[in-house]
């Protein structure tokens, strides 16, 4: 479901030419650029997506306080408020008050913007609603969220219909359709479900994937790589004896982990750990970079000007 998703986007987002931008700052190269449009490869779709959306977020907020610079006071201040470790909840509750006005005055900020650019407001669809659909729906199965599942994939279902989905556009609604009906037929299984039932977890934290996933990436991937069935095919008697031993090796590999104390970034999923980040945060300054030298892609010169006006 996840990859039907971010082949959808990667159809959406092809036209605007953002996928060459990923290209030319060489964050992708031109064979692989092509598996993250088609969302075949799901580890990489899903980082570009993150990435693209955090550049369009960045540049969005940075244009809104360009024109609002009394707001970048107040964010200011609100960064000072927060990294104090004694705050009474009135004071909370003020900051939080604070916070919410900065979120409304932007969200008010691109809805004029996208009522004067169609070029800006192809952006903020995919910002605010686009992506928030496979944004939720990874969410939902790394942390087990059966409500927040359901709504993504409900969300999801307009997109399976209007890029021509078919398969998905038949079976989606009768899915849900059951899901909804869970709790009436099946209470135990329902029950089962809301307390994350529907996903593998691992030792790893936020790693929960579909029971598909957890069979590709527990069983037949490590029997495709080097020290799996790779190479003993022709003799039966040592695909037999691997079958058997497999899980054994795993406990022994696990039980060497425990031992050697492996923790730090093993006990985070990939996504999460600081090396990743760290790369991530370089590839999004990177992009920005090239997009304010050649183009920024939020740019409109006669809306800006009208909007200029307006606001004078």
């Known amino acids: 479901m996840e990859k039907i998703v971010l082949a959808c986007l990667g159809t959406y987002l092809e036209p605007s030419g953002i996928f060459g931008v990923l290209v030319e700052t060489e964050c992708y190269g031109t064979d692989v650029i092509k598996t993250v449009i088609s969302g075949s490869h799901y580890s990489r779709a899903h980082t570009a997506h993150s990435i693209i959306h955090e550049v369009l977020t960045s540049m969005m907020f940075e244009a809104f306080l360009s024109k609002f610079p009394e707001r970048l006071t107040e964010l200011d201040a ?81 997109l399976f219909f209007f890029f021509g989905r078919t398969n998905y556009c038949r079976w989606t609604p009768l899915f849900l359709q059951d899901c909804y009906q869970l709790k009436d ?95 991530i945060v370089m590839m999004v300054q990177d992009i920005e970079e090239y997009l304010q030298k050649v183009c920024s892609p939020l740019q409109d010169q006669v809306a800006l000007k009208k909007f200029s006006l307006e606001k004078l």
């Open 185 to 279: 037929k099946f209470p135990l299984l329902y029950d089962s479900y809301m307390n994350g039932g529907f996903v593998v977890n691992t030792t790893k934290k936020g790693s929960g994937v579909p029971f598909d996933q957890a069979l590709e990436q527990c069983y037949n991937r490590p029997a495709k790589v080097s020290g799996g069935i790779i190479g003993v095919t022709r003799k039966k008697e040592a695909v037999a004896l691997w079958g058997i031993i497999k899980h054994k090796k795993d406990q022994y590999v696990e039980l060497l982990e425990m031992k050697g104390d492996v923790g730090g970034e093993l006990s985070l999923h990939h996504a999460f750990n600081p090396s990743t980040a760290t790369k």
């Open 78 to 158: 609100l960064q000072v408020n927060c990294q104090s470790k004694e705050l009474t909840s009135e004071e909370w509750n003020t900051t939080k008050e604070r916070a919410d006005s900065i979120q409304a005055a932007f969200q008010d900020y691109l809805k004029e913007r996208a009522s004067l650019s169609q070029s800006f407001d192809y952006w903020k669809t995919y910002v605010s609603d686009l992506f928030p659909i496979i944004r939720d729906l990874t969410n939902s199965l790394r942390s087990g969220d059966w409500i927040l599942y359901l709504s993504a994939i409900e969300r999801a279902t307009s």
